[in-house]
């Protein structure tokens, strides 16, 4: 089946810096999502785009909806040590179905 | 609250004895969805639902069955287990028009 191509696979960073990360597949999303995971916990949803080219912010993160419609990017700002933690993206192709990239594992070092 | 909830949320059993994972959402959602999370694999969509008697395959359906008899409850069933479906299973649910999925807390399944 269809697999997101997420990086980078996990990030170590110190606190204060800028996170980037993105996401992309071979066929064309007309939605694409972004999640973090917390340990034991269901992903929460962060963002989601629905046109290509959209740039949306929810506080210190921000998203892109690629203009080719098979990428996406999330940018996390001045990174806190709560922003630990596993962030998805999701894609959605016309017909309903969800495709989720691996990953990109987060640590923030104080 | 506006919550999914799935139950169990941790369950040990044996190869060919029938399950079933319950799902609820009360949030009047159309679209329901169920997923297994497999380390180095992320979320794998198992089925999905877009509304009451209608359900379709997501990427990995095989060994699994569902039913959507009622808006609110989507459950799992796996009819005869078997230790590759081990893993961990999340439900979600959203509204039809917008695909803002909402996760439960995840049932943990291994399977002897």
């Known amino acids: 089946g269809q697999q997101l191509n997420q990086s980078p696979q996990s990030m170590f960073i110190q606190e204060g810096e800028d996170v980037s990360m993105n996401c992309t597949s071979s066929?064309?999303?007309?939605?694409w999502l972004w999640y973090k995971q917390d340990p034991g916990e269901g992903p929460v949803l962060l963002i989601a785009?629905?046109?290509?080219?959209e740039l949306t912010s929810n506080g210190r993160l921000t998203a892109q909806f690629g203009i080719t419609r098979k990428d996406s990017f999330l940018n996390i700002s001045a990174s806190i040590p709560s922003d630990v933690g596993i962030y998805f993206c999701?894609?959605?192709?016309?017909?309903?179905?969800?495709?989720f990239g691996t990953g990109t594992s987060l640590t923030v070092i104080p | 609250e506006a919550q999914v909830t799935q139950n169990p949320r941790y369950l040990i059993t044996v190869t060919g004895k029938k399950l079933t994972v319950t799902c609820s959402q009360n949030?009047?959602?159309?679209?329901m969805s169920w997923y297994r999370q497999d380390p180095g694999l992320g979320l794998r969509q198992i089925y999905y639902?877009?509304?009451?008697?209608?359900?379709d395959k997501g990427d990995v359906p095989e060994g699994y069955k569902v039913s959507r008899k009622e808006k609110r409850n989507f459950p799992l069933i796996l009819e005869s287990p078997s230790p590759n479906q081990t893993s961990l299973y999340f439900c979600?649910?959203?509204?039809?028009?917008?695909?803002?999925?909402?996760f439960g807390p995840g049932t943990r399944l291994t399977v002897t």
């Open positions: 979600a649910s959203s509204r039809g028009d917008f695909y803002e999925q909402y």
């Open positions: 066929s064309i999303f007309n939605t």
């Open positions: 785009l629905y046109k290509a080219g």
């Open positions: 999701a894609g959605l192709e016309y017909g309903n179905q969800f495709y």
């Open positions: 949030m009047n959602h159309e679209y």
């Open positions: 639902s877009m509304n009451v008697e209608v359900t």
